[in-house]
T-cell receptor
Framework: DAKTTQPPSMDCAEGRAANLPCNHSTISGNEYVYWYRQIHSQGPQYIIHGLKNNETNEMASLIITEDRKSSTLILPHATLRDTAVYYCIVSRMGSARQLTFGSGTQLTVLP | DGGITQSPKYLFRKEGQNVTLSCEQNLNHDAMYWYRQDPGQGLRLIYYSQIVNDFQKGDIAEGYSVSREKKESFPLTVTSAQKNPTAFYLC?????????????FGPGTRLTVL
């Protein structure tokens, strides 16, 4: 699976959009981009995933560049409860496979 | 409510004792997984199971054992052979949708060996 690079930390003001970047320049054509987050001492929470088109659900939007080498997770109106470590994962999900979590981005939403 | 439950949330054991961590899901997912997370680190796969009565070792299976007698249940036993068992243990399950599997995680069990 392709490796990902994320900034170690970011701050965001409450109520503003949080834009979390991820680089995955070695991604293959059959690999998906997944985003999870983990609040301290809890299990990771699935947020969203995509292959090449932009995706949106009730939690977030995922913007994938045309060359698929990078993506951005957007939380449109960040709240204090969105403070967590956010993980960008690239994986060829064709069968049961291990998810490789890197070090992620610690997002802190400030009041 | 559908979801994944892990029990207990906190578990203490004495060195040399075996202990079993519970994982149950009512999502009708086929595949289930066990991961281990150490402080400040990512998740490492211990075992996974794609169907009942079948499971495969992950990267760090030594000192652990599992069973998959029912679709809903995937218990993990931490044996006395596991040298550093103190960690946060996470169970996950997944289902295939649109050609891809999405894994969903339980709340975790924090195991401390005294």
């Amino acid at each position: 699976d392709a490796k990902t690079t994320q900034p170690p930390s970011m701050d965001c003001a409450e109520g503003r959009a949080a834009n979390l970047p991820c680089n995955h320049s070695t991604i293959s054509g059959n690999e998906y981009v997944y985003w999870y987050r983990q609040i301290h001492s809890q299990g990771p929470q699935y947020i969203i995933h995509g292959l090449k088109n932009n995706e949106t659900n009730e939690m977030a939007s995922l913007i994938i560049t045309e060359d698929r080498k990078s993506s951005t997770l957007i939380l449109p109106h960040a709240t204090l409860r969105d403070t967590a470590v956010y993980y960008c994962i690239v994986s060829r999900m064709g069968s049961a496979r291990q998810l490789t979590f890197g070090s992620g981005t610690q997002l802190t939403v400030l009041p | 409510d559908g979801g994944i439950t892990q029990s207990p949330k906190y578990l203490f054991r004495k060195e040399g004792q075996n202990v079993t961590l519970s994982c149950e899901q009512n999502l009708n997912h086929d595949a289930m997984y066990w991961y281990r997370q150490d402080p400040g680190q990512g998740l490492r796969l211990i075992y996974y199971s794609q169907i009942v009565n079948d499971f495969q070792k992950g990267d760090i299976a030594e000192g652990y054992s599992v069973s998959r007698e029912k679709k809903e249940s995937f218990p993990l036993t931490v044996t006395s052979a596991q040298k550093n068992p103190t960690a946060f243990y996470l169970c996950a399950s997944s289902i295939r949708r649109g050609g891809t599997d999405t894994q969903y995680f339980g709340p975790g069990t924090r195991l401390t060996v005294l």
